[in-house]
């Protein structure tokens, strides 16, 4: 439960948005971020595949150290 899943999207090196597993979906941080947010929160698929890349890639790697 402690585990928290983020993805990052970046140009120039300015966050342009951010999915966290904590939040269950994408949060944008400028104008264009925020137009992707909600167009990837639109996409319920997609933002299943968000929540279960936790469990996929997290998860195993922590048990396993």
Known sequence: NDIEYI?????????????????????????YGLKQADYWNKDPSYLAQMKATKETYCKNHVDNA
Do not use: Q
């Open 7 to 31: 993805f990052s999207t970046y140009f120039n090196m300015v966050e342009l948005a951010r999915f966290s597993s904590s939040v269950g979906k994408y949060v944008g941080y400028t104008e």
